[in-house]
């Protein structure tokens, strides 16, 4: 590989997905760059240094002298900014950037920015594919599949869709979406953030230099502060008004609707559950300020089935519906989860709830609520299950579990016909599992062997 001499250097921290990703297009567009890596042997070492041989490549505890060389530090999503050489460098003039500033400085089409604690994946998807259905040429990435620089090895789209962590933003200083959002705020990676505060500040970073923006009207911490002149767009899971997605009674079947026009039947979409409508709402909201066609957004909501991973139907055991919400990962996802597929069950059918992990510092109390409401038995696994247990004793029946087949086995004991079993475990999966994939997997797994 040679690359065009330049006295500009960029450090790419973190030899991850996206830290690879920047690499690839550093290189393929010429510009001069290092790699470090706070691992010491980070996985597939030995081929990257086969592929990049003339690169320098550190690895280990990050060296601040080092990092002091750079013009610009590119940092990977996984490795917090907060480290120290990271900061030393930054007080010495060095600016802090990461794959989506790269990103945006290369592309000129509108992009679509989410994030939020819940649901950015399954709206990020569902608005691509309402981009696809009415034949626009869209780009979909960022946090969920494709890093976003990968997307341009294929060349310039017409519309980009990106789902955005709060990791991703910290170090995003040239977004200017076209359209952007904060779907929910709910507590979560509290073991990198000091508190609240600190998380909700990264979050609606996305709102920087935005040409329009949509809020949920259920969830105040949603709200942006915008310049005057940037229009705001809302949805609820309520009457729907101008410029606010929401709900309408027609001949007593309930409508997703449009100020005062009525656009589909709820129960003509494919994803399951209440919270699944508030996730269609938001879409619709999204897609409209990009442009796409009504009737292809409405053509998609009829046929998107959801993501996996994310309440997704299992299989049906002798009456017992089976669904898969691994990728749960915070307590708001769970709750969010609970309330969804609980307000849809007929009395006397409950829930039977599986849950545990690792919970990032979170406090479970909001679980106490709705696990009150809609749950019969809890059945806990993982590193925080008594920490659960200690939450939600009292709320419900609650029992222990060894392993993901015991938890499958126990709630199989005390559902009965017309109850759901609902993976949701509103924690992180990497103290027993490769990750949510792997624990969802292996719920499947279980669940089909019954």
């Known amino acids: 590989m040679s690359l065009i001499s330049s006295d500009r250097l960029k450090i790419v921290i973190g030899l991850g997905l996206t830290g690879l990703s920047c690499a690839r297009y550093l290189a393929r567009t010429g510009q001069r760059f290092a790699l470090a890596d706070t691992r010491e042997v980070p996985p597939n070492l030995d081929e990257i240094r086969r592929i990049y041989p003339d690169v320098d490549i550190r690895t280990g505890d990050l060296d601040a002298q080092f990092l002091k060389q750079a013009d610009e530090l590119v940092l990977s999503p996984g490795v917090a900014k907060s480290h120290p050489a990271i900061q030393e460098a930054l007080s010495s003039g060095v600016k802090l950037i990461g794959d989506i500033d790269l990103f945006c400085r290369e592309v000129s089409a509108p992009i679509v920015a989410i994030t939020g604690s819940n649901a950015k994946s399954t709206v990020t998807s569902l608005v691509g594919e309402m981009a696809k259905t009415a034949g626009i040429d869209v780009g979909v990435g960022g946090n969920l599949g494709l890093p976003v620089l990968d997307m341009l090895s294929d060349g310039e789209k017409a519309l980009y869709v990106l789902e955005l962590s709060s990791f991703q933003l910290e170090t995003t200083h040239e977004l200017r ?58 949805y609820r899971l309520g009457k729907a008004d101008f410029r ?116 990032k510092g979170a406090d479970f109390g909001d679980l106490i609520l709705p696990v009150k409401t809609y749950v019969k038995t809890v059945i806990l696994i993982g590193q925080d299950a008594d920490i ?26 005390v559902a009965v016909s017309g109850d759901v079993v609902l993976l949701s475990p509103a924690c992180a999966s990497f103290d027993m599992f490769k990750g949510y994939a792997d624990r969802g997997q292996q719920f499947v797994k279980w669940v089909e062997s019954l």
């Open 177 to 234: 979406a076209e359209v952007a959002t904060v779907l929910n705020v709910s507590q979560d990676h509290l073991d990198r953030y000091p508190d609240m505060q600190g998380y909700y500040q990264a979050k609606h970073r996305i709102f920087r230099g935005c040409k329009q923006a949509v809020e949920n009207l259920d969830d105040a911490l949603t709200h942006p502060l915008l310049p005057a002149g940037v229009p705001l767009w809302g």
């Open 244 to 359: 606010i997605f929401g709900l309408q009674d027609v001949d007593g079947e309930e409508w997703l609707a449009l100020g005062t026009e009525p656009l589909m039947p709820v129960s003509m979409m494919k994803m399951p559950g209440r919270h699944n409508v508030v996730n269609a709402l938001s879409a619709l909201a999204l897609g409209t300020l990009s442009g796409i066609p009504m009737n292809a957004m409405l053509a998609a909501l009829k046929a998107f089935p959801g993501l996996d991973h994310r309440c997704q139907w299992v299989a049906e055991k002798q009456g017992v519906a089976f669904y898969n919400d691994s990728k749960g990962t915070n307590v708001g996802a769970t709750v969010a989860a609970l309330e969804g597929l609980g307000s849809e069950l007929k009395a006397p059918s409950k829930l039977v709830l599986i849950a545990g992990g690792e919970g």
């Open 388 to 413: 659960l247990k200690q939450t939600l004793t009292g709320s419900a029946e609650v029992l222990m579990a060894d392993s993901m087949e015991e938890a499958v086995n126990r709630s199989a004991e």
